[in-house]
């Protein structure tokens, strides 16, 4: 099997150079090109799900699309996914953020402990 030329990532990499371009103060991402993949473009957002949202927002991609999972067992970490098509590549923006935790069901009206204040 041969190896796949650089040539094959050319479109995603193009599409990431006119983002870069058309939208020069939008948050940084994470962008990855994949060789299993080639003509895919993905945007990851690390614990700033207001990033995720502005560039959602930018390539007007409808809020209907955008998909929320969480960890397997109820875990404190979840994500939101999307994707649009420009140019023949798949854009994919990952959003990664924290569960909040509604805590007021578990409170047992003893008063809180020295290391549960503040």
């Keep these: 099997?041969?190896?796949?030329?650089?040539?094959?990532?050319s479109a995603a990499v193009a599409v990431l150079t006119s983002l870069v371009e058309r939208f020069p103060?939008?948050?940084?991402?994470?962008?990855?090109?994949s060789t299993i993949?080639?003509?895919?473009?993905?945007l990851s957002f690390h614990n700033n799900?207001?990033?995720?949202?502005?560039?959602?927002s930018a390539l007007?991609?409808?809020?209907r699309l955008v998909r929320r999972e969480e960890e397997s067992g109820g875990g404190p970490l979840m994500w939101l996914r999307t994707e649009?098509?420009?140019?023949?590549?798949t854009v994919k923006l990952v959003g990664y953020g924290h569960v909040l935790v509604d805590r007021s069901e578990e409170t047992t009206g003893a008063p809180a402990s020295s290391s549960e204040v503040g």
């Design 1 to 9: 099997m041969s190896a796949l030329p650089m040539k094959n990532l």
């Design 25 to 33: 103060d939008l948050p940084a991402a994470e962008a990855a090109v």
């Design 37 to 42: 993949v080639p003509d895919r473009l993905v």
């Design 49 to 56: 799900l207001g990033s995720f949202e502005a560039w959602r």
């Design 60 to 63: 007007d991609i409808s809020p």
């Design 84 to 89: 649009t098509a420009l140019n023949g590549v």
